[in-house]
């Protein structure tokens, strides 16, 4: 995800803090941008878990297998 996307966030999580709040418009943009982070963040750590291994005592390794 791109730094200014994420900045974005920030700045959006800093304004519904604030007293103004965010308006309707605001709001739908910030749940889209959260969305985006969340499945760009679900396929990293994916593509992480597809290239681990377990390496046994006897030296053996053998490749993480998905559950379900």
Known sequence: MEQSKLD?????AKKAKS?????????????????????AYKRSLTAQLDNTYIQYPDGTRRKL????
């Open 65 to 68: 297998e998905k559950k379900g």
């Open 19 to 39: 007293p103004e709040g965010l308006t309707p418009e605001e709001t739908a943009e910030r749940d889209a941008l959260r969305r985006e982070y969340i499945d």
């Open 8 to 12: 974005r966030i920030n700045a959006l």
